[in-house]
Every structure is written in C-alpha cells, then in structure tokens.
C-alpha cells in the first residue's frame, strides 16, 4: 500500500450532487489535512484535523464538509459545488501538527464540477 | 497577498549542470521551509527541509540553501538528471504558537533537464 491514498482519482458532477472524497493514510500519523489546488494557483489548506479533531478550517464554505472518523481516515463531502470548485483535491498527513514536520501527499482527486 | 512566492515559472538545463530553483518569503514569522517535487498526475513528493535554525541543509544530490536576511531559500540540484524534471514547490510554516501544521505554499517552478 502507499503512503497517502485517494479516492477517486477522477470525479465529474453536477451542481446538485452530492458526493465524497476519500482519503487513507498507512503511515501511522496523527494529522491530516485537505488542500485544494486550482489552475494557475498555489496549494491552498482546506482543513488540518489532528488526532480527529479539527485544529484549522481556512475559511472554506460550508458545501465543504470534512470528516476524520479516526486518524487514518480523512473525507470531504462535497454538495451544491460551485463551477469555480473545479481543482484537484490533495489529502496528505504527517506525524503530527507541530512545525518541522514534513507533510506526505496523496495523488489528489481531479474534481470537475458541470 | 502572496507570503512565499516563485517568481520564475520554468527552468531549463542540461543534463549533468547545477539546477537552481528560488523562492522568496515575506513572513518572518516562517521558520520551516521544505522543497517537494510533483510529477503530472501525481501528488506532490516531500524532498528536502531546513529549519530557520539553519543555513543549509544536504541530502545527496539536493542541497537547500536559506538566507534569512533576504527572506530567500534555494533549492540545487547537482549533478541534474532527465528524470528531475517536473514541477517543484517551495512551502513554508511557522506562526509561532499556532501550531497547527499550516503549509504555505508558492505557485511552483517547472525544471526541464535536456538530455
């Protein structure tokens, strides 16, 4: 198994769906976060949970809901996106929250919103 | 307002020569500073790190350069080989007490190393 992996890799849908991305850490770390990366611009944090509990939410809108229902185990449930939404979503984890801690990522999700 | 910026979007070298990529802060509240790699179609790989504590930090053919007076780090990549081309990141962390493991991230540089 690899370190961070997500699903899907690829979502297309509609404005009204709703639907979930997931993510799932092997490297036994206690953090996990969400970014977002549109064209053109840099990574951007959605979300920092550390132990299953939510330490940031960076200002992202509430058709963004995440949930971490143990440390290995990180979604975002996505309803009424937006087209801007479009970007491609990178879960990653590290040991813990404190500085100095190299964040491991996953292959993202390439989300498409009609 | 951009805190770490990449102001050159694209580098190319020869295979073999010195690639250097930079990067610029404005916070001086950073104090962690890491390089990571992404190829297309996938997530973005860890590479190398230094701690405000430090000026210089080497991993094999990686070596991280920061200078804090000017808010500059680089990253070289010596001897460079083909297969180091791709797109690479600088980030940054440091709020003081914070902690919250926040990553700032610059818009990236994409390296071509010509065979």
């Known amino acids: 198994e690899t370190g961070v992996t997500q699903t899907p890799r690829h979502l297309v849908m509609g404005m009204t769906n709703k639907k979930s991305l997931k993510c799932e850490q092997h490297l036994g770390h206690n953090a996990m976060y969400w970014y977002k990366q549109s064209a053109k611009k840099p990574l951007e944090l959605m979300f920092v949970?550390?132990?299953?509990?939510?330490?940031e939410n960076n200002s992202v809108p509430s058709r963004f809901s995440p949930e971490c229902p143990n440390s290995s185990h990180l979604f975002l449930h996505l309803h009424t996106l937006q087209p801007e939404d479009s970007a491609l979503y990178l879960c990653?984890?590290?040991?813990?929250?404190?500085?100095?801690?190299?964040?491991?990522f996953g292959d993202g999700t390439r989300l498409s919103i009609l | 307002d951009q805190q770490v910026k990449q102001n050159s979007p694209s580098l190319s070298v020869q295979e073999g020569r010195i690639s250097i990529l930079n990067c610029d802060y404005t916070n001086s509240m950073f104090d962690y500073f890491l390089w990571y790699k992404k190829y297309p179609a996938e997530g973005p790989t860890f590479l190398i790190s230094?701690?405000?504590?430090?000026d210089k930090n080497e991993d094999g053919r990686f070596t991280v350069f920061l200078n804090k007076s000017a808010k500059h780090l680089s990253l070289h990549i010596v001897p460079s080989q083909p297969g180091d081309s791709a797109v690479y990141f600088c980030?940054?962390?440091?709020?003081?007490?914070?902690?919250?493991?926040?990553?700032?991230f610059g818009q990236g540089t994409t390296l071509q190393v010509k065979p």
């Open positions: 990653a984890s590290s040991q813990d929250v404190r500085n100095n801690q190299p964040q491991h």
């Open positions: 230094i701690s405000s504590i430090k």
């Open positions: 949970y550390s132990l299953e509990e939510r330490v």
């Open positions: 980030a940054a962390s440091g709020y003081g007490s914070s902690n919250t493991g926040k990553l700032i």
